[in-house]
Each structure stands twice: as C-alpha cells, then as structure tokens.
C-alpha cells in the first residue's frame, strides 16, 4: 500500500531544532496539498500546517506559528518541516498527508484525503 515515508525525528532539548521530511516513493506530491499532523499519546491527531501544491500558500496551527515552516521540493517529490524552538509539547509523532487545500485561515479544518494510507511518522521528543 502506497504510504508517505516521514523522517527526520529524534530527541533534542526545549530550544532545539529540527527538521523532517515528507518523501513519497512510487508516487508523487505533485498537484497536491500537503499536510503535516501530530499525534501526542493519549491524544487525537491535529494539524500542524499546510502548503498549497505550488508552494505558494502556507498556514500553521497557532501553537506553532513563528516557530516552524513548512516548504516543499516538488523536484525532489519531498515536503519539509523546518521546526525551531521546539517545546516540550511539541513531542508527538509527526505525520504528513495529502489534504484538500491548504486553508488559509482556519487549519484546523485542514482534511486529509484518501490519496495514499498514513505513513509510520516521525517521533519528535522534546525533553531535557
């Protein structure tokens, strides 16, 4: 079954950097919006932010804004999440989706679509 491959997780301290990456194999991200969600134990997966399929149009959930961007390489058929400042509530596992459209106001209404299947995500765990 066709799944997006997350990467680029990993501990790090309140301060700290990353960045994942968003990769599709046997398919393209091309025309597509794209996602990324989070899931922390014990809670439901919400939205993090969104890019448009040209790039050209961005959003991000309030907890995060500032914080992180989100860019796309549609050459290299990968999205990125550049993530600064990280939190100790920013720990979740990380997943990237095909969604309809990126929302430019409200992202939590941000829905994924039924493209491919949910990747195995990234886990990002912010502790010192």
């Known amino acids: 079954q066709l799944h997006p491959v997350e990467s680029g997780g990993g501990l790090v301290q309140p301060g700290g950097a990353l960045t994942l990456s968003c990769a599709a194999s046997g398919f393209t991200w091309d025309y597509r919006a794209i996602g990324w969600f989070r899931q922390a134990p014990g809670k439901e997966r919400e939205g993090v932010s969104c890019?448009?399929?040209?790039?050209?149009?961005?959003n991000y959930a309030d907890s995060v804004k500032g914080r992180f961007t989100i860019s796309r390489d549609n050459d290299k058929n990968t999205v990125s999440l550049q993530m600064n400042s990280l939190k100790p509530e920013d720990t979740a596992v990380y997943y990237c989706?095909?969604?309809?459209?990126?929302?430019?106001?409200?992202?939590?209404?941000?829905?994924?679509?039924?493209?491919?299947?949910w990747g195995q995500g990234t886990q990002v765990t912010v502790s010192s």
């Open positions: 989706a095909a969604i309809t459209f990126c929302p430019g106001i409200t992202i939590t209404t941000m829905t994924r679509t039924d493209f491919v299947s």
């Open positions: 890019i448009s399929s040209s790039g050209g149009s961005t």
